[in-house]
T-cell receptor, first 115, second 114 residues
Framework: DVKVTQSSRYLVKRTGEKVFLECVQD?????MFWYRQDPGLGLRLIYF???????EKGDIPEGYSVSREKKERFSLILESASTNQTSMYLC??????????????FGSGTQLSVL | ELKVEQNPLFLSMQEGKNYTIYCNYS?????LYWYRQDPGKSLESLFV?????AVKQEGRLMASLDTKARLSTLHITAAVHDLSATYFC??????????????FGKGTHLIIQP
C-alpha cells in the first residue's frame, strides 16, 4: 500500500515563526501536492511538484513556499506564520496523473495552530 | 477559473433511505473523483470517473458522470450508519495528464441516523 507520511499530527506555533511541514511518500511517486483544508471551504491547493526541484503554484500560494530536494520528500514552508494560516494541511502524492486511473493518495494531515 | 460545487453541503438521513449528492463543475473536464473523509482522518479515494456516461458502483455507493452537463452524482442506496462521513468531489482540469492538482468541492457532510 502507498504510504504518505506527514511528520506531525498537531503543531502549535507563534505568529512570525518559520514553520516546516514535512511529507514523505514511499511509492516513488512523481507528483506531490500540498492542500489546506478549512471548514466550509473544502480543500485548496497550495503548491504542487511534478519532479525533484520542480514546483508550481496552486490556487493559494501566498505566504507559503515549498521544497523538493528528493523525490520522496515534499516540504511546505510558512516563512512567517500568521493566524490565518491556522488550518489542516494535507499532503498528497500520485504516480502520474496522465495514467487515466491514477488518483491522489493523502497523508493523515497536520493540524497547525498559529497563536 | 474552475469552480466545483457540491449540493447539499450537509445531509442528515435515516438508515435504509436513498439519497443523491450532486457535484457541478464549471469548466470542461473528463475526469472526476470522489473521496471520503472520516472525522479526524485523511481522504480516501472512492471512485475515478473518466468519461461521459461513466458509472461506477461499490457496495451501496454509485457514482456517475455526465460531462456534457458538467455534473456528477453520488447515489447512496439503503444507507447504513457506516457511511456517515464527509464526501468530496474533485475535478481534474487538465485532462492531458499534467500534474496540476485537483480542484475540490467544499464537501458534503453526511450523517446517517439509525
Amino acid at each position: 500500500d502507498v504510504k504518505v507520511t506527514q511528520s506531525s499530527r498537531y503543531l502549535v506555533k507563534r505568529t512570525g515563526e518559520k514553520v516546516f511541514l514535512e511529507c514523505v511518500q514511499d511509492m516513488d511517486h512523481e507528483n506531490m501536492f500540498w492542500y489546506r483544508q478549512d471548514p466550509g471551504l473544502g480543500l485548496r491547493l497550495i503548491y504542487f511538484s511534478y519532479d525533484v526541484k520542480m514546483k508550481e503554484k496552486g490556487d493559494i500560494p501566498e505566504g507559503y513556499s515549498v521544497s523538493r530536494e528528493k523525490k520522496e520528500r515534499f516540504s511546505l514552508i510558512l516563512e512567517s506564520a500568521s493566524t490565518n494560516q491556522t488550518s489542516m494541511y494535507l499532503c498528497a502524492s500520485s504516480l502520474y496523473l496522465g495514467d487515466l486511473n491514477e488518483k491522489l493518495f493523502f497523508g493523515s494531515g497536520t493540524q497547525l495552530s498559529v497563536l | 477559473e474552475l469552480k466545483v460545487e457540491q449540493n447539499p453541503l450537509f445531509l442528515s438521513m435515516q438508515e435504509g433511505k436513498n439519497y443523491t449528492i450532486y457535484c457541478n463543475y464549471s469548466t470542461t473536464s473528463d475526469r472526476l473523483y470522489w473521496y471520503r473523509q472520516d472525522p479526524g482522518k485523511s481522504l480516501e479515494s472512492l471512485f475515478v470517473l473518466l468519461s461521459n456516461g461513466a458509472v461506477k458502483q461499490e457496495g451501496r455507493l454509485m457514482a456517475s458522470l455526465d460531462t456534457k452537463a458538467r455534473l456528477s452524482t453520488l447515489h447512496i442506496t439503503a444507507a447504513v450508519h457506516d457511511l456517515s462521513a464527509t464526501y468530496f468531489c474533485a475535478v481534474d482540469l487538465d485532462s492531458g495528464g499534467g500534474a496540476d492538482g485537483l480542484t475540490f468541492g467544499k464537501g458534503t457532510h453526511l450523517i446517517i441516523q439509525p
